[in-house]
Nanobody, 125 residues
């Protein structure tokens, strides 16, 4: 059984930075498509970024140039570096994983098998 444990959320002012971490337990991170989703109050869960088993990264347009996704195989951990944060980035951020041997990852949350507990990110103006 795979377990995902997120950390790194918090409160920052607009323009600030945070780094989210997602530690993977139970299997190698390289076996999974890994993704971050976020859910703002009153809104649907939204795909933010993902990295495939082929190491291909992708981002939603609203975070391109500001967020960077990376994976540390030795630590079996996924990172999301978030810079130039905006109030509209405020949400609960979830790490997700699915065993998928494809060059790219799915952006639909229903396609993911494993989820973390979520970490709150709050950006004030």
């Amino acid at each position: 059984q795979v377990q995902l444990v997120e950390s790194g959320g918090g409160s920052v002012q607009a323009g600030g930075s945070l780094r989210l971490s997602c530690a993977v337990y139970g299997n190698s991170i390289s076996s999974y498509c890994m993704a971050w989703f976020r859910e703002a109050a009153g809104k649907q869960r939204e795909w933010v970024s993902s990295i495939s088993t082929f190491a291909t990264t992708a981002y939603v347009d609203s975070v391109k140039g500001r967020f960077t996704l990376s994976e540390d195989g030795a630590r079996n951990t996924l990172f999301l570096q978030m810079n130039s944060l905006k109030p509209e980035d405020t949400a609960v951020y979830y790490c997700a994983a699915v065993a998928r041997w494809q060059p790219d990852c799915d952006t639909l949350s229903t396609r993911y098998s494993y989820w973390g507990q979520g970490t709150q990110v709050t950006v004030s103006s």
